[in-house]
């Protein structure tokens, strides 16, 4: 399987490295400007605003890079050398820790945020989330740039 997506390792390489990114300049976007700006408005501005935001982030563009990423990182894990493919599955497990905290974290919340408008049920919990996927997936990113320098 490997040599068959030898031609492939440095575009593998590339598009994981490319998506990782994306997804990590989300959440950080996210920790770093969004979350604190919408902190210091009222709990009806808050809850509108992440019901729509919520609502206009399931989009191609996002969902592209939101299983681009894991999905990318894990065609490189398969592609790469051996020298470096303990730092392309660390990518790749990553990068689904980014996806299984948004699937069983912060879609949930999202989801009892439309349900029931209730801003204190929401936004230390989700903040804290989001705060592990800005991790996750920045992490993801460093060991996909170290892989491809590597190769």
């Known amino acids: 399987m490997i040599d068959l997506l030898e031609p492939l390792r440095g575009p593998l390489l590339l598009g994981a490295a490319v998506t990782a990114g994306l997804q990590a300049g989300t ?5 770093s400007g969004v979350m604190p700006g919408l ?15 919520n609502v206009a982030i ?8 939101f299983l681009g990423a894991p999905a990318l990182a894990v065609a490189a894990a398969l592609a790469v050398d051996a020298p470096v493919r ?19 974290g912060n879609v949930p ?5 439309a349900q029931t408008g209730v801003r204190a049920d929401f936004e230390s919990a989700w903040v804290r989330l ?9 992490a993801s990113l460093a060991c996909l740039a170290w892989a491809a320098w590597r190769s």
């Open 130 to 138: 989001n705060a592990v996927r800005a991790v996750t997936s920045t």
């Open 39 to 53: 902190a210091r408005v009222d709990d009806r501005t808050f809850v509108h605003a992440m019901q729509e935001m």
């Open 86 to 104: 303990p730092w392309a599955v660390a990518a790749a497990g990553l990068a689904l820790a980014t996806l299984i905290v948004t699937a069983a």
């Open 27 to 31: 959440y950080y976007t996210w920790a």
């Open 58 to 65: 399931v989009n191609p563009v996002f969902l592209a890079s």
């Open 109 to 113: 919340l999202n989801d009892a945020l």
